[in-house]
């Protein structure tokens, strides 16, 4: 059964550096979602991607994040600066069709450590 | 602010009972509803999806939806060990696909 993937499964880094998260969604589908949750908290929506440009993002998304889909089966996350507060999971969510009927399957996450 | 409010539990129930898991929204504009399994250090994983009122059913699963008083709620029966996880349920609305989760329902299932 297709499934969305995601690369590291954890990353440690120092405040301030740079990290880029990878998912590679469900081959056919053609949208892409990040969330994340940090620990203890709910799963909180951070930006949706569609045709090669954001289609909606939180708050959450500021200028620090961007996202990316580099060649036909990546989609990246990069967080040029991090903080301490990133520290969380980071989940890709791939979805056939956007729309409000389509299920949004889920990659198994990055544990990101900033220290 | 659109929120989605759950118990968070935890529920134990003993194994082979059903257990009850509630959901409330607030947007009245919400159309489509999702149930996801999360264990504990694990991703979401869906379960059941729901998007007019009534029941929808799913080997052990029931997923209930009563869009004039807000709530979903999702049933499983013969309760299994295997079962014990939060539960999360998951909203999208309006003219937005962002899923608004809630903070899960935590559920225990005793042999």
């Known amino acids: 059964e297709p499934e969305v993937t995601q690369t590291p499964s954890h990353q440690v880094t120092q405040m301030g550096q740079e990290v880029i998260l990878r998912c590679v969604p469900i081959s056919n589908h053609l949208y892409f979602y990040w969330y994340r949750q940090i620990l203890g908290q709910k799963v909180e929506f951070l930006v949706s991607?569609?045709?090669?440009?954001?289609?909606?993002k939180s708050e959450i998304f500021d200028d620090q994040f961007s996202v990316e889909r580099p060649d036909g089966s990546n989609f990246t996350l990069k967080i040029r600066s991090t903080k301490l507060e990133d520290s969380a999971m980071y989940f890709c969510?791939?979805?056939?069709?956007?729309?409000?009927?389509?299920?949004?399957?889920f990659g198994p996450g990055t544990r990101l450590t900033v220290t | 602010q659109k929120e989605v409010e759950q118990n968070s539990g935890p529920l134990s129930v003993p194994e082979g009972a059903i257990a009850s898991l509630n959901c409330t929204y607030s947007d009245r504009g919400s159309q489509s509803f999702f149930w996801y399994r999360q264990y504990s250090g694990k991703s979401p994983e869906l379960i059941m999806s729901?998007?007019?009122?009534g029941d929808k059913e799913d080997g052990r699963f029931t997923a209930q939806l009563n869009k004039a008083s807000q709530y979903v709620s999702l049933l499983i029966r013969d309760s299994q060990p295997s079962d014990s996880a939060t539960y999360l349920c998951a909203v999208t609305g309006g003219n937005t696909d962002k899923l608004i989760f809630g903070t899960g329902t935590r559920l225990q299932v005793f042999p």
């Open positions: 729901i998007y007019s009122n």
């Open positions: 991607f569609y045709n090669n440009e954001i289609s909606e």
């Open positions: 969510a791939s979805s056939l069709l956007a729309g409000e009927t389509y299920e949004q399957y």
